[in-house]
């Protein structure tokens, strides 16, 4: 019995956007009625290396199908300049959770970003107006271009706004997904005014203000990993319909973090958690609706249901590399 080695560019090619967004939906709902098991994130830090990694382990039942696996991920910002390696770098082990196999060794870093934009595009489809077509993203890196991928496959996005201090990263944004969509620079502001914005950043001084946005834009605050990031004021937290994705992360490492444990927000202000949403025992979007946030930390049932879809694909196209890995 093989095991299956996928390196980035297997990862990309065996995940159809579409079926990835629906199975990160199915993650969701197990996780709210229970039929999930993900154990808390636990963290390495290694200061002296200006870096952590990080482990996340899970098991989900969707129904039809059941998946479990560990992502082993890591964050060392100095990584691009002093070794010319990515910030971020993770790797799936996917098993079969009837007798624990491990059917694939994956790329982590592909697959994460594309997870990551599944989740918005989950949460833009209940959270965001029905006719909406038009998308911001603040934040040129890497996971911008998912963001805009998945969001796309949710709403009839026609025009794009992207905003970065960066020019060149704000330049190959523009030109890769010109001819697809009408994409522009712009501020924050002009980004924040589009019925759909992303915030991919990893700060921690608040970059969007209420000011920044419409009056009915869904933000998908997807930046916040770690403690003390915070991209989105206080004031926009405090008055919007607030989705997260997990009480245990967001409160620990994502967007409501630092507001949180500073007692500026509480339970009482969180609306409720996406799993809710997506099984209908909360509304998502309302004709009353203001601005709307989802909270996004990144799950390990994302990175399983993720792994789910890109080996089945693999397998059934024989992409990828088969090797003996405990020679059985």
Same mark, same amino acid.
């Given at each position: ?40 994130? &636990?963290?390495?830090?290694?200061? %002296? ?23 082993? !991920? ?11 390696? +990515? ?9 079969? +959770? ?9 790329? /982590? ?25 038009? @998308?911001?993203?603040?934040? #040129?890196?890497? %996971?911008?271009?998912? %963001? ?12 794009? !706004?992207? &905003? ?16 697809? @969509?009408?994409?522009?620079?712009? &501020? ?13 950043? +990893?700060?921690?001084? +608040? ?40 009480? #245990? ?25 996406? /799993? ?10 309302? #004709?009353?609706?203001?601005?709307? !946030? @989802?909270? &996004?930390?990144?799950?390990?049932? %994302? ?26």
């Amino acid at each position: 019995m093989d095991t299956l080695l996928l390196n980035k560019d297997d990862v990309h090619e065996n995940t159809p956007m579409a079926e990835l967004i629906s199975a990160i939906e199915d993650a969701f709902a197990a996780y709210e009625t229970g039929d999930a098991q993900m154990p808390a994130k &636990s963290y390495i830090d290694l200061p %002296q290396y200006n870096g952590d990694f990080r482990s996340m382990p899970a098991y989900l039942d969707a129904g039809d199908w059941d998946a479990a696996g560990i992502k082993w !991920v890591n964050v060392h910002p100095d990584n691009p300049d002093n070794f010319d390696l +990515p910030t971020v770098m993770g790797t799936m082990v996917y098993s079969d +959770p009837e007798n624990a196999y491990p059917l694939a060794i994956m790329d /982590g870093t592909e697959l994460t970003m594309k997870r990551t934009g599944a989740a918005a595009a989950v949460a833009t489809d209940h959270l965001a107006v029905e006719d909406a077509t038009s @998308f911001g993203v603040v934040g #040129a890196g890497v %996971q911008a271009y998912t %963001q805009l991928e998945a969001i796309s496959q949710v709403r009839d996005i026609e025009e794009v !706004v992207v &905003s970065d201090v960066d020019d060149e990263a704000v330049e190959e944004y523009v030109d890769f997904f010109s001819g697809r @969509f009408d994409v522009r620079a712009g &501020s924050i502001s002009e980004a924040g005014h589009c019925d759909v914005l992303s915030t991919v950043t +990893p700060v921690e001084d +608040p970059i969007v203000s209420a000011d920044d946005l419409g009056e009915h834009t869904h933000v998908n605050a997807m930046g916040a990993d770690a403690e003390g990031k915070h991209e989105i004021a206080d004031e926009v937290l405090l008055d919007c319909k607030l989705v997260i994705d997990d009480h #245990a992360q967001t409160t620990h490492s994502g967007e409501i973090n630092v507001p949180y444990h500073e007692g500026v927000l509480d339970d009482d202000d969180i609306y409720g958690e996406i /799993g809710e949403i997506v099984t209908d025992a909360k509304e998502g979007r309302t #004709a009353d609706d203001g601005v709307s !946030v @989802f909270d &996004s930390t990144g799950l390990a049932i %994302q990175d399983v249901a993720a792994a789910h879809v890109v080996y089945e694909h693999a397998d059934e196209h024989d992409n990828g590399y088969e090797f003996d890995l405990l020679g059985v």
